[in-house]
């Protein structure tokens, strides 16, 4: 199994940035042997959970439309970690931002089966 550690978040006003980052690791692989492909969806208070951007274990990205341009992973070659630096904050990119894996791999073993992390909070004050 493989676990996601998300950090980072938190408060600030409209106009500003915050970093969220994910981390993957597992108990019965050394953290240089880990790769995996990261999500990141959100959720609002009332709405449903939402793609925001993804990073491939190979470095490949891609983002929402709602956050092109303003939202950017860093240090996409880091295999086990997507890092998402976010700026012009607007209140809509508040919620509850989870990465998730649906691929990931201690050395060449691969595990098809989603994960979740348990979620960091982003708030965007007007």
């Known amino acids: 199994q493989v676990q996601l550690r998300e950090s980072g978040g938190g408060s600030v006003e409209a106009g500003g940035s915050l970093s969220v980052s994910c981390t993957a690791s597992?108990?019965?692989?050394?953290?240089?042997?880990?790769?995996?492909?990261i999500n990141w969806y959100r959720q609002g208070v009332w709405g449903e959970r939402e793609f925001v951007a993804s990073?491939?274990?190979?470095?490949?990205?891609e983002y929402a439309d709602a956050v092109k341009g303003r939202f950017k992973f860093s240090e996409v070659n880091v295999q086990n970690q997507a890092s998402l630096q976010m700026n012009s904050l607007k209140p809509e990119d508040t919620g509850t931002y989870y990465c998730?894996?649906?691929?990931?791999?201690?050395?060449?073993?691969?595990?098809?089966?989603?994960?979740w992390g348990q979620g960091t909070q982003v708030a965007v004050s007007s």
């Open positions: 990073k491939r274990w190979t470095g490949e990205t």
């Open positions: 998730q894996t649906k691929r990931w791999a201690c050395g060449n073993v691969w595990d098809f089966r989603t994960y």
């Open positions: 597992a108990l019965t692989c050394g953290a240089d042997m880990v790769k995996s492909d």
